[in-house]
């Protein structure tokens, strides 16, 4: 069973700086890699599949990259409503709903 | 807008059942497979399980199988969670999730509000 990491668990940032978020599957998962941002008290919202496809109405500033192993999240210029916690979560092997343990994105 | 609300959660003893309720609306539900997924309080997404779209196949996590239920109605637009045999690390927020296809092992396009479960004596 692919074993998903994120790293790191909490970062730090102040609004309009630029986030990085990483990913790490224990094996090749392609591109079958998907974002969800979660915000408290709220079910996830799809940010990106693909490995880099923004879902329907997520703006530019979110941007995925990577395949295999490697991926990363990046927020461009982070707004007040981007503060939230991300997961990542794989869909190329069984079982499904494979997520990362999440990272915490709050306001420096 | 796609909608999934979920309904159904409260309080359980344990080794009590309930019964949860997704509610899909505006989009074709019979086409797509539907997930369950929880989150305990303050942790981190946990998949429950799956069901195709025709109802025919169903998968569950090992930490439910043989408990909980998946099932569907198309006529209704609503995906069921058959809860059994309740335990304490059952207390979870319970999520439906679609997914873009048929296909069962995909992202979640949309997700419910979620309903929460509390098992406690």
């Known amino acids: 069973e692919i074993v998903m990491t994120q790293s790191p668990a909490t970062l730090s940032v102040s609004p309009g700086e630029r986030a990085t978020l990483s990913c790490r599957a224990s094996?090749?998962?392609?591109?079958?890699l998907a974002w969800y941002q979660q915000k408290p008290g709220q079910g996830p919202r799809l940010l990106i599949y693909?490995?880099?496809t923004r879902a329907t109405g997520i703006p530019a500033r979110f941007s995925g990259s990577g395949s295999g192993t490697e991926f990363t999240l990046t927020i461009s210029s982070l707004q007040s409503e981007d503060f939230a916690v991300y997961y990542c979560?794989?869909?190329?092997?069984?079982?499904?709903?494979?997520f990362g343990p999440g990272t915490k994105v709050d306001i420096k | 807008q796609v909608q999934l609300v979920e309904s159904g959660g409260g309080v359980a003893q344990p080794g009590t059942s309930l019964r949860l309720s997704c509610a899909a609306s505006?989009?074709?539900?019979?086409?797509?497979?539907m997930h369950w997924v929880r989150q305990a309080p303050g942790k981190g997404l946990d998949w429950v399980a799956v069901?195709?779209?025709?109802?025919?196949?169903?998968y569950y996590a090992d930490s439910v199988e043989g408990r909980f239920t998946i099932s569907r109605d198309n006529s209704q637009n609503t995906l069921y969670l058959q809860m059994n045999s309740l335990r304490a690390e059952d207390t979870a927020v319970y999520y439906c999730?679609?997914?873009?296809?048929?296909?069962?092992?995909?992202?979640?396009?949309?997700w419910g509000q979620g309903t929460l479960v509390t098992v406690s004596s």
């Open positions: 979560q794989q869909y190329n092997n069984w079982p499904p709903g494979t």
């Open positions: 693909g490995a880099s």
């Open positions: 505006a989009f074709n539900f019979r086409s797509h497979a």
């Open positions: 999730a679609r997914v873009p296809t048929a296909m069962l092992n995909y992202y979640f396009d949309y």
């Open positions: 069901i195709s779209k025709d109802g025919d196949r169903k």
């Open positions: 094996q090749s998962v392609s591109s079958n």
